[in-house]
């Protein structure tokens, strides 16, 4: 076991969060900043995403998933981070103390003065949602199915279904369509589309891909590899309809069916987790519940775009490199309520109404012509038009400082959708 | 000392030929060892304790579920006792945690509880129906039993159902990986000399005059003077090829549901069970039991089926194993569900044990109608059949040269950080994990594939390492062990399986296949 390893900061995965977070706590004064990333290389997930979209709100550009990553991996390169590839967090505890493994160092012990939780999230798998049937060869995730065709250059199948519509099915679907394979069609269980609409425009319209809604897997079939898969419409409580029950022959299932917060870690060392967003909560500068410990990109909630993932990744370097230098104690925090028509609301407290904040939060179903709102103590306080709110499509408002000015005493924050232009 | 599996041909001859690798064959095989090395073990698919063994849920029973005076009911209770024993050197875990029988409002049959008065009702659940399981058991041999208040029974596992009355505990239940244990038995015997073929299919029994002649299979023919039939599913048909059966095997099926670890490793600390007078004839019902790894396993069920390749789990399972467990554990985490899983039983119709050498072919001994409590039987089953073998003729001195120890390749997982950082030293391989959920490394997968029972697919790399069992269930790690395999097998990537032919993982590399235009 070589000597513990004190750095201000460990930054615990080198994905798009990871690498926003560190870059940020360097660029707010801290010298010493520790990145660590279980994969080979920096990037996380980014690197497999070649399709373009990323970096339209960071950048003002279109970007691949690569590019956007090379752009925070060159600068990370730059800057005096001290990278560990190769290397996995076992253990985290409460006092923030790390233990980390690799080929090289054999057991590594750190004792950082403050961590940036970065872990991404994980794919949630067949057996989450009970999918009866088998357990033959050919049942994969999207975003594993992406990786196989991306990085490693192998084809998970020849003829594929895809249940669920989240993004990364809607690409898949059209990345299988370009590499040869066939998809006989995307199957939804709810009755709207689980990813942004202009991946159901561009990846299946375009394809003559059919999605259908209101469909789910009701039986996985072949005992070696996948022959086939019985589908059927759901009615209003998602059961299946069995006289709607077909067959359709393939090789292969895919599944987007959901991504869950990778919070073992956060778990590990007891740091409180929200059960709506299944990451920390949070406060306006991405700390966890615990002093020290802040939390940013999809470990935190399954953000939509790379953009947001990298804005929630800067707060918290920074906010970990105010912790490090001033050492800022954090006053009692302000529970955000989500209100009506309101899943959940990121960040869930507010410690300090003197800074700017973004609020990033979900609706619980669609709706047309709405306001969505922010509320102080009852009172409106930030107001916004939209057309449409939908599920998939997570909502950024901010406040500023003065927009709480008139606020003598602020004990509760609610954003919530009401109907009607106003 | 590594076995070469179909590269190698089939030996002309062998002492005993034992057919099938699965807990039954293999702890037969590994006895066997202790006296002869010339033992051949036959087995048709892609690994040991790839069929029935496989998907059993880890259970060494007591015996209290069996009926008094049959034969399972006997060699389960002698097995049991053996067990710590049976497990010496094999480096494999097993650990007596116990099993709470809860005695609940529905524990008698609502015909009776209907007729009588409520306190009657609740003497008996409270009062007489403890005490007879007690000395039931007692009757049976079992001597772990004792009865357990409604007060205590919280105080053990602080998430059963308030519906409880009484119950009682069962001390000398254990649990011990199935596939695991196999392996090991399997490895042991191998070392000690036995010949293992896997993916090698009995077709035939040549019989002459009335005594076994030679096992004929896909791969070639074994001249033998004793069979071994633990064939478990396809028992009766391999009795059948040497005429020396007259029963039939018939599937039921057992469907079960795992939780991740890390979220369910301390609900339950002894496996806890809901006791029903004749409830499932032909179950001991199932329970709530922590794995030695500290996952939750909720099941199984009993469906007859008349398939017996017919694995799947269907919808009406899982609501059956749900309904069952929200009135015993009203709380347990179904949101941390990671795998759902079925396997089949080997029942005959009798649904006892069918052990003994056949009286129409000499030298042919049966060993069918092996299901629960098969596993926690297994050492009895040795035991016994190594009895009718030296009637057969297997020398009955143990061989100065049987090694008991079976050494167990390192986990990852399981050791403290220095002997951790020592590996690594030794082998930077296992500084590299590769599935982040079991901490699994690079250097165990490799073990894997090089060990004396080699794995040869992904199922197997798993078994034998936990390689993508956890929560995220090989979604990162799949396509990674795919290519230690590849590498480690020195086969193209996309020639490996996930269980054997058929189970193709990749369709090809990419750019193979797309579309001419």
Request: glycine share 10%.
């Amino acid at each position: 076991m070589k000597q513990t390893r004190k750095p201000e900061l460990a930054v615990i995965g080198a994905g798009p969060a990871g690498l926003g977070a560190a870059l940020a706590a360097t660029e707010a004064g801290l010298k010493d900043v520790m990145l660590i990333e279980r994969d080979i290389e920096l990037g996380g997930i980014l690197p497999q995403c070649i399709h373009d979209g990323f970096g339209s709100i960071v950048f003002k550009e279109v970007l691949t998933g690569p590019q956007y990553a090379q752009r925070y991996i060159d600068e990370v390169e730059r800057a005096n981070i001290d990278v560990l590839l190769n290397t996995m967090v076992l253990d985290m505890g409460a006092d923030r103390r790390i233990t980390a493994v690799n080929a090289t160092d054999g057991i590594i012990e750190i004792e950082p003065r403050s961590v940036v939780l970065a872990m991404g999230c994980r794919e949630r798998t067949r057996h989450q949602i009970l999918i009866p049937g088998f357990r033959p060869a050919g049942v994969i995730m999207a975003g594993a199915a992406q990786r196989d065709i991306n990085i490693e250059g192998l084809m998970p199948g020849r003829k594929m279904v895809i249940l669920g519509s989240g993004d990364i099915g809607l690409i898949m679907a059209r990345r299988f369509t370009l590499e040869g394979a066939e998809v006989e069609g995307v199957y939804e269980i709810m009755d709207h589309p689980g990813g942004l609409t202009r991946n159901v425009v561009q990846c299946l319209n375009d394809f003559d891909i059919p999605l259908h809604l209101s469909h789910g897997a009701t039986f996985i079939h072949g005992r070696k590899r996948v022959e086939a898969v019985s589908v059927a419409a759901v009615d209003e409580n998602l059961k299946p309809i069995k006289e709607t029950e077909r067959l359709v022959e393939c090789d292969t299932l895919v599944l987007s069916v959901g991504l869950i917060p990778e919070n073992e870690l956060s778990k590990r060392a007891g740091i409180a987790l929200d059960q709506a967003t299944n990451g920390p909560f949070v406060d306006e500068r991405m700390e966890t519940s615990i002093d020290g410990i802040f939390a940013c990109g999809n470990v935190v909630n399954v953000f939509d775009l790379v953009d947001y993932v990298t804005h929630s990744a800067e707060t918290a370097g920074r906010g970990a490199a105010e912790y490090v230098l001033e050492g800022r104690k954090r006053e009692k925090p302000v529970k955000v309520t989500p209100g009506r028509n309101v899943f959940y609301v990121v960040p869930q407290y507010v410690s300090d109404i003197g800074r700017d904040i973004d609020f990033y939060f979900r609706v619980q179903h669609p709706e047309r012509a709405v306001r969505t709102r922010i509320l102080v103590g009852g009172e409106p306080i930030e107001s916004k038009k939209h057309r449409m709110v939908r599920p998939p499509e997570m909502i950024k408002q901010g406040t500023k400082p003065a927009d709480f000015a008139d606020k003598r005493a602020v004990s509760e924050i609610t954003v919530e959708v009401v109907p009607g232009e106003e | 000392m590594m076995q070469q599996l179909e590269r190698t041909a089939l030996p002309r001859s062998a002492g005993v030929v034992v057919v099938g690798a699965g807990v039954s064959g293999c702890s037969i095989a590994r006895e066997l060892t202790r006296y002869t090395p010339d033992v051949v073990i036959l087995e048709k698919e892609s690994d040991v304790a790839d069929g029935t063994t496989k998907a059993n849920n880890a259970e060494v029973h007591s015996g209290i579920g069996e009926e008094y005076g049959t034969l399972k009911q006997k060699l389960n209770v002698r097995g049991n006792r053996l067990y710590d024993q049976f497990v010496e050197g094999l480096g494999v875990d097993f650990q007596r945690q116990g099993l709470l029988i809860v005695i609940t409002r529905r524990s008698l049959p609502e015909k009776t509880t209907a007729r009588l008065p409520r306190p009657v009702v609740n003497f008996l659940l409270k009062k007489v129906l403890p005490r007879l399981i007690v000395l039931s058991g007692r009757r049976k041999g079992i001597d772990g039993l004792r009865v357990v208040s409604r007060d205590e029974i919280f105080r053990m596992e602080p998430h059963v159902t308030r519906n409880a009355v009484a119950g009682v505990y069962d001390r000398t239940y254990g649990m011990v990986a199935p596939y695991k244990l196999t392996i090991a038995l399997a490895e042991s015997a191998v070392i000690n000399g036995a010949r293992l073929f896997l993916n090698t299919e009995v077709t035939d029994i040549k019989v002459e005059g009335g005594r076994v002649k030679a096992v004929v299979t896909n791969r070639g023919e074994i001249e033998t003077p004793i069979v071994v039939n633990a064939a478990g599913l396809f028992a009766d048909d391999v009795a059948d090829m040497a005429g020396a059966g007259g029963f039939r095997i018939h599937p039921r099926k057992g469907a079960s549901l795992l939780f991740d670890r890390q979220e369910t490793a301390e609900y339950v600390t002894s496996s806890v069970s809901e006791f029903k007078m004749r409830g499932h004839a032909k179950t001991k019902g199932g329970g709530a039991m922590p794995t030695l790894e500290g996952n939750l396993q909720l099941g199984p069920t009993a469906i007859e089926v008349d398939d017996k390749n017919d694995t799947s789990i269907s919808a009406e399972e899982i609501e059956e194993i749900f309904e069952r467990f929200y009135y015993l554990l009203p709380d347990f985490p179904r949101a941390s569900i990671i795998s759902a899983f079925s396997g089949l039983r080997a029942p005959t119709e009798e649904e006892d044990f069918v052990i003994g050498a056949s009286d129409k072919a000499r030298g042919f001994v049966n060993v069918a109608g092996i299901q629960s409590p098969g596993l926690a039987s297994a050492p009895a089953i040795a035991e016994m059949v190594m009895g009718i073998l030296h009637d057969l003729g297997v020398p009955r001195s143990v061989r100065d040269d049987f090694d008991p120890v079976r050494p167990a390749p390192p986990r990852f997982a399981e050791l403290d950080d220095e002997k951790r950082d020592r590996l690594i030293e030794q082998d930077p391989r296992y500084g590299t994990v590769v599935c982040r959920c079991e901490y699994v490394t690079e250097a165990e997968v490799v073990n894997a594939v090089h060990g004396i029972v080699p794995a040869t697919n992904m199922d197997a790399v798993k078994r034998r390492t936990r390689v993508g069992m956890g929560r995220c269930q090989g979604g990162f790690c799949g396509c990674r062990v795919a290519q230690i395999l590849a590498v480690e097998l020195g086969i193209p990537v996309t020639e490996i399986t996930k269980d054997g032919e058929g189970s193709w993982v990749f369709a090809g590399e990419t750019k193979s296949f797309q579309k001419e235009t």
